[in-house]
Nanobody
């Protein structure tokens, strides 16, 4: 069955960095676009970034553009999100998702907290 398992979250200081990973299994990872989304406390789900199946194109929400970088390693069936220049407003539960705009599977989510 499809599994998406996020890792790499935790506590970071403002201005710091974290790298999230999403290990995928149960489907042909290299055939699907993938996305990251997040949900801050008391707010709705926000799409963060998406990447084509071959990594040839990426897009970002305006709130993270220039600070976050999405990438993938199709040989390792793994999706990444490099987060730099973190801000307190980046605090959220981060999810990876299979697909881009039309999602059929989600990871369990991983907490990212940005605080001094």
């Amino acid at each position: 069955q499809v599994q998406l398992v996020e890792s790499g979250g935790g506590l970071a200081q403002p201005g710091g960095s974290l790298r999230l990973s999403c290990a995928a299994s149960g489907f042909t990872f290299s055939s699907y676009a993938m996305s990251w989304a997040r949900q801050a406390p008391g707010k709705g789900l926000e799409w963060v970034s998406g990447i084509y199946s071959d990594g040839s194109d990426t897009h970002y929400a305006d709130s993270v553009k220039g600070r976050f970088t999405i990438s993938r390693d199709n040989a390792k069936n793994t999706l990444y999100l490099q987060m730099n220049s973190l801000k307190p407003e980046d605090t959220a539960l981060y999810y990876c998702a299979k697909g881009w705009g039309d999602y059929d599977y989600w990871g369990q989510g991983i907490q990212v907290t940005v605080s001094s």
